[in-house]
């Protein structure tokens, strides 16, 4: 099945990006066989996606005191039918149900929404006063579903919420219990070749690192970028005019993206820890991935040798077993709203046994 998704770039599938691109071969002309394969890529995709659900929730909620801005932490994981507009509809409807446009397309176990019973499949007609359109108004095959996040994300984090969901045309509604959560939203990218990146509001990383890694090693990537967010790095990077295109790598440039690199490596060390990872397995990550895959010159422009990221990681979560870390990390934390200084080098030294940090 790897194959199969490769050979078609998925983007994004259940929870933001398109996905008719996948089937567009498969439902050209319906058969039995051909539905049954576009079963198969559609649940391959769904898997993905939820572990990188169940990631995302675990570091988000943990880390909530960490965060500032906070967004009711439900577990669920919904998507459009509007994401598939090449597909047949009773092909969706069969594997997704889509009573309403929205529909979930899982739900992380042991969340609050599992609690409240919600399950995958069940449509969405309203979460809280927020109503699923019940045509199409969107622009772009993700704005209703991008909608209806940003909807949720602005609720009381931690007030109930009543879900009025709708399977096989039943309607009942749960009432879930939200935990507090760091806002982002978690997504796959399935391009090819790995890939990560957060934006303040978003981390997205690519499926090539759930077809290499098991899901502990994935979430060392997820908290880095994470990290990212919850230090306003896209904010900060911006303040100080960097150029994001062919010159990222050169002058100026590189010493502001190594101390936000270096940065979201330490804090992500925490979150690691905070959501009960075993805060070693960022160095153990970084010393399997970096040979393989960090070796190209703009990235090692960019970012600093994964030996030392390997390095710094390690040390961070020896200062963390020995109960002396979390100053450095605080103090990134204190200081996201001063302007970026460009002081990689200090950052990313080891610290010595007995010293701060």
Known sequence: MKQ?????RLTSPLCRGAMAAVLISLCATPTRAQDGDAAAVFERVRAIDMRMASIGFRLATANAKLCRDLEPGTGVQLHTI??????DRSILTRQFGFDTRIAIAGVVEGSPAAEAGVIANESIASIGAYRTPAIAEAKEPTELVNRMYDQVAAFDPTAPLDFRLVADGRSRVVTVRPVAACRSRFE??????????????????????????????????????????VLDHRKRLNAVGVDRGLLAGFGRNVRYFRQTEVEADILAVHLLANAGYDPALAGQFWRDYGPKYASSLFNSRTHPAWRDRAARSDAEAARIAQGQGG???SAFVLRRDQRLDGDWQSLIAVPTAGTGG
């Open 82 to 87: 509007d994401q598939y507009p090449s597909i």
């Open 188 to 229: 796959v990218d399935f391009a090819n070749g790995f890939g990560a990146e957060a934006d303040g509001r978003l981390v997205k990383i690519r499926a090539a690192f759930f077809d290499t890694y098991p899901d502990d090693r994935v979430a060392v990537v997820i908290a880095h970028e994470l990290a990212h967010n």
């Open 4 to 8: 199969v998704i490769r050979k078609f």
């Open 327 to 329: 100053a450095l990390a």
